[in-house]
């Protein structure tokens, strides 16, 4: 039974290759190219993903936007690769059939990261969604849940909270979206 399920395992995952295959654009041997050629905006941090969402590899670009991870040595399979900078992630899929990397077409996303301001006994918070992501917002005073809101249906988020003047201490503000969590501490 373990033989017939292993067998249809590995069939399957040849078909899915296959049609992988048929839905990329161009081959390449050299995987540094397909990394420069998605790094066209100049971001700043390079993540790689499996399709589980495990972090095969992580690195910060230097000025000249070099990558150093050769793509072309990951197992053959669907990976991410996710360009974080600023205020934005873009997603991108590539896949690796015997040791070459295909750039798959049409699989570009963009999640936008939570901005987050404290001004005059305020918390400004700002997170774009276009409706697609519901966003969860906790705020907590010395460890304490002081606030806790989910909102969803909303494609920008725009929320102010205000912090009493005359309490001082330390904050952490945890806003979940996309299946991410952005964290922020702070002392007011």
Do not use: C, W
């Not at 049609?19 to 971001?43: D, F, G, M, W, Y």
């Not at 070099?66 to 992630?89: A, H, K, P, Q, S």
């Not at 918070?125 to 809101?149: H, M, N, Q, R, W």
Request: no cysteine.
């Amino acid at each position: 039974m373990k033989k017939i399920i292993r067998t249809i395992a590995v069939v399957a995952l040849m078909l899915g290759m296959s049609t992988v295959q048929a839905a990329t654009k161009n081959e390449t041997s050299n995987a540094t190219k397909i990394v420069n050629r998605l790094n066209e905006n100049n971001e700043q941090k390079v993540i790689i993903r499996d399709i589980e969402g495990n972090v095969i590899h992580s690195e910060i670009l230097n000025d000249n936007n070099t990558f150093d991870f050769n793509l072309e040595t990951l197992n053959d399979g669907l990976y991410l690769v996710e360009y974080d900078r600023g205020f934005e992630i873009k997603v991108k899929s590539v896949a690796v059939r015997s040791h070459k990397v295909f750039y798959l077409e049409n699989t570009e996303a963009t999640i936008f990261k939570p901005v987050v301001r404290i001004e005059n006994n305020k918390v400004l918070i700002s997170k774009i969604t276009f409706g697609s992501a519901p966003v969860k917002v906790k705020l907590y005073f010395e460890g304490e849940l002081i606030v806790s809101e989910a909102l969803k249906d909303e494609s920008v988020v725009n929320r102010v909270y205000s912090l009493k003047e005359n309490i001082e201490g330390e904050y952490r503000l945890s806003i979940s979206s996309n299946n991410r969590v952005y964290t922020q501490n702070f002392t007011h």
